[in-house]
């Protein structure tokens, strides 16, 4: 699941300044009373019907991103229909235009291009967009793409330290509606991009050129899809439906796993697929390839990226294809949910494959205006908020590929507290302000002009657990891997994560050192809360089993660890790939362990055993394949005991992770296990960056606690299960059995529809009793009348699939728990399929161990099937 992200969505970045080249075609150039402005290259005359549309959009366009001609300029478009000669319109229309161009590009018959500036300084605002055309003389009818790229257009995520100062500018050109993707094959046209730069003063860079198309010339483009009149190639959809047509691809994410696929060839290089898309929804969207050396999509040949809901946008994801490409699959959802494609183009990333004109242009870049934040929580103490910025067409401040820690590329929103700032030009920004899923998100309307001015947020919330003795945690974020970048460093710093927790009111966030920059990372650990952590906001660092040692059993989370190696070294290449024995090394440290995104390999079903499944699929008798890297070995670890700390033996595994993978398997094997007598809890994580990259605190932990926040002690709570797991909108406060044999449980639910949910009170696995509550956030004190319960068994409340609370025991006569038969039966059929699945991946010097192991978990369901009571 986890693939380190190449790219963020496109905001190509882009230098530029000005180099004065002799002219080999022959034409006239116009000259303006602008001494600024270099005379273009002019067209006498060319057909008037095609000129007049193409002009008439990229007017429409203009409007479209806020850039509209002036009064004068529409008066002059509006004259072009009455206008006699195809030479009055030709030149009329350059008069209107002309003067927005950055550059004239000519195409000669031969497919030579020149390019020329349009102004020998051309301004730009610090952080600001500026809306340019260009200008095309198309002497070869060419009907490719004009692309424009440069050197200094790269993003700073993952830039050397050393190409950080060139890559100040940013720009995206503008091919959605109304306009259409490429050249007309007109000999006179016009292109738009959009440009902005941060920092200030006069810079010189280089701008690139590229048309696919030309004669005698290696072109960058590979595959071009629209989709007029059908999906030109993309099918196999999973989980999805798709509809084309009328300019655009409806893909239409039905189930948990939504993508489709199309055939391509190419030979092997460095590509990026460039889209413009709109989605409903935000999330984590992946990029698949295959070659015809290796047909199969899988985890190697994968690029993550984010895709962000409203405004349509241009993406941009980068790969490189080792062997001869065969095939791409998209999967641009996280779920259910529709995106739009209006236009996908495959290409060969710059300098790869392709021929390209450059020229040389000056930039001055005026300063921009400081808006200063003052943000203070409900109770007005300080705190982090945050801000997702956007100008009136959608775009996002700052820009992502501008973007380096602490702020994170791959998000849409920033972090910022009192007495921080934030150049903006000027302009007006729509601004949504939220402290974490207990606060009400607040829409703020910010007109900036000339002068500094303050952006004050003051916390509105529904809810504050802190105030109820319940402290919220993620036991599961990363600094490193998956969508964060390994340059300028490698990964981001503990400073950058406690920013993130404490903009989204995590008061406790684990941050887990894995395989990606684990050499690097590593130097953060100290056995204790970080020193940049500022209470009640602890941070520290500790282990996740994966991309290393254990990691095909399932990976591990390992919190509290007092040493971060086991013996034998200080990096990865020596720990087991049996997951009981790092268990065991763990547990006599005092670390609390569990494991990770549960529910990945758990999806399917390869067979059945016994059983009637219960409401929601809780619990069901599919036997899943065991082929992730969830909680897999888990079924296995959980019937064996280790040495804690002080020589007592306790359970090998504290926790079942949960809320980040899919809710229907993660309960199901927590509730097989429970239903075996194995007192087992569960704890609630995100995987960010790379279950999603949203935010830290998608999935949480709410441990109750006596008194101030202490770290020793929240861990402690989650290992003795005083608490309950949520994805934040949803709590289960409280939830105790009262004298009369009744429960009761504080509940709270704010839901985005604000329409009632429901609360159900959960026995042996099974719900006995329901109650509505409102879903607007309002506290509601449910009471559950006694149920029948005459033997000991396990009790939780959930609302799914927002929260759960962990388990209470009610005892009946004394009498210990009694196995449920079926559970046991399906917990040893799904020890038969782990083996099946797992064993290939341990060392040869642990096989027998890992047999050992297995065949000790076999013998445990069985007795307990030999004395469990029938269902």
């Not at 791409?328 to 060969?348: Q, T």
């Not at 040389?360 to 203070?376: A, G, N, R």
């Not at 501008?402 to 030009?425: C, H, M, N, V, W």
Request: with cysteine; charged share 20%.
């Amino acid at each position: 699941m986890k693939a380190r992200s190449l790219i963020a969505p496109l905001a190509i970045l882009l230098l530029v300044g000005v180099l004065a080249l002799p002219n080999f075609f022959s034409g006239k150039r116009d000259q303006t009373q602008d001494e600024s402005r270099i005379g273009l290259p002019r067209v006498e005359r060319v057909d008037a019907q095609p000129l007049v549309l193409q002009v008439q959009r990229m007017a429409e366009a203009m409007q479209t991103v806020g850039a509209p001609l002036a009064p004068d300029e529409i008066k002059q478009l509006d004259s072009l229909k009455n206008l006699t000669t195809d030479a009055e319109a030709t030149l009329t229309a350059q008069a209107i235009f002309d003067p927005h161009c950055i550059a004239a590009v000519e195409i000669a018959e031969d497919g030579k291009m020149l390019v020329t500036p349009a102004r020998a300084v051309t301004e730009l605002e610090e952080n600001g967009w500026r809306t340019f055309l260009v200008k095309v003389i198309n002497r070869a009818a060419v009907r490719g793409r004009l692309r424009v790229e440069s050197p200094n257009a790269q993003a700073l995520p993952n830039a050397l330290p050393s190409e950080l100062a060139s890559r100040w500018m940013s720009i995206s050109a503008f091919d959605g509606r109304p306009l259409s993707t490429n050249l007309s094959g007109l000999g006179l046209e016009y292109r738009m991009i959009q440009i902005s730069a941060i920092g200030q003063g006069t810079r010189r860079g280089l701008l690139e050129f590229n048309i696919s198309g030309l004669p005698g010339q290696a072109a960058t483009m590979i595959r071009q899809w629209r989709f007029d009149r059908d999906a030109d190639g993309w099918g196999e959809p999973n989980h999805a439906t798709l509809d084309a047509g009328r300019g655009s691809l409806i893909f239409h994410g039905t189930g948990a796993d939504p993508f489709m696929m199309t055939a391509v060839q190419a030979r092997a290089g460095n590509m990026k697929v460039k889209f413009f898309a709109m989605a409903e929804q935000a999330g984590i969207a992946e990029l698949y390839w295959a070659t015809k050396e290796k047909p199969a999509p899988d985890a190697v040949r994968k690029v993550s990226f984010p895709i962000h809901a409203g405004a349509a946008q241009e993406y941009e994801v980068e790969f490189a294809c080792e062997g001869e490409l065969s095939m791409l699959r998209i999967d641009p959802a996280n779920g259910p949910g529709k995106v739009r494609f209006d236009w996908m183009d495959l290409s060969y990333a710059r300098g790869d494959h392709a021929d390209w004109t450059t020229v040389e242009m000056d930039f001055k870049t005026i300063p921009s205006t400081l808006v200063h934040f003052q943000v203070t929580d409900a109770d007005g103490t300080p705190c982090m908020g945050a801000f997702e910025i956007r100008d009136s067409q959608g775009r996002i401040y700052p820009a992502q590929t501008k973007r380096i820690a602490p702020d994170f590329f791959f998000q849409t929103q920033i972090y910022r507290e009192s007495g921080e700032t934030l150049p903006l030009a000027r302009g007006t920004y729509t601004i949504k302000c939220s402290h974490g899923p207990e606060s009400l998100p607040e829409i703020k309307t910010l007109i900036v002009g000339e002068q500094p001015l303050t952006l004050r947020y003051q916390v509105k919330r529904w809810i504050d657990t802190d105030k109820f003795g319940y402290w919220s945690g993620d036991h599961h974020i990363h600094a490193a891997g998956c969508l964060h970048y390994n340059n300028p460093t490698q990964g981001v710093h503990p400073s950058d994560m406690l920013r993130h927790i404490m903009g989204e009111d995590v008061k406790v966030g684990s941050c887990l050192t894995w395989g990606p920059c684990f050499d690097y990372q590593k130097q953060f650990f100290t056995g204790k809360p970080a020193d940049v952590s500022r209470y009640p906001y602890l941070l520290r660092y500790d282990i996740e089993v994966s991309g290393f040692g254990s990691e095909n059993a399932g990976h591990l989370c390992l919190l509290n660890l007092k040493q971060q190696f086991p013996a034998g070294g200080d990096s990865m290449a020596h720990w087991p790939t049996l997951a009981l024995s790092t268990l065991r090394w763990a547990k006599q440290q005092g670390a609390v362990v569990g494991t990770a995104h549960s529910a990945i390999g758990l999806s399917g079903a390869v067979g059945r055993t016994p059983g009637v499944d219960g409401p929601l699929r809780l619990p069901n008798y599919d036997v899943p394949p065991f082929d992730g890297i969830g909680a897999m070995e888990y079924i296995v670890d959980v019937t064996h005991q280790v040495p804690n700390e002080h020589g007592t033996m306790e359970r090998a595994v504290d926790f079942l992770a949960t809320m980040n993978s899919e809710r229907e398997q993660e309960w199901n094997i927590w509730y097989h296990t429970l239903n075996c007598g194995i007192d087992m809890v569960v704890s609630g994580e995100t995987d960010f960056p790379c279950m999603s990259g949203e935010r830290v605190g998608k999935g949480r932990v709410y441990v109750k606690l006596d008194g101030k926040l202490d770290y020793d002690a929240w861990v402690q709570g989650i290992k003795q299960g005083r608490s309950y797991v949520s994805d934040g909108t949803a709590h289960l406060l409280d939830f105790a059995r009262l004298q009369d044999g009744s429960f009761a449980v504080s509940a709270a639910i704010r839901s985005a529809d604000l329409l009632e949910k429901e609360v159900e009170l959960i026995v042996n696995g099974l719900p006995v009793a329901r109650q509505m509550i409102a879903g607007d956030g309002t506290l509601t004190h449910c009471v559950f009348p006694a149920p029948e319960i005459k033997e000991t068994s396990w009790v939780a409340v959930r609302t799914f699939p927002n929260a759960h609370s962990n388990p209470l025991k009610v005892v009946i006569d004394g009498k210990p728990f009694k196995p449920r038969k079926e559970s046991a039966m399906w917990c040893l059929a799904a020890v038969d399929q782990c083996w099946k699945s797992k064993q290939g991946f341990y060392a040869p010097t642990e096989r027998e161990a890992a047999m050992a192991a297995f065949d000790h978990a076999r013998e445990y369901y069985r007795r307990l099937i030999a004395e469990a009571s029938e269902p």
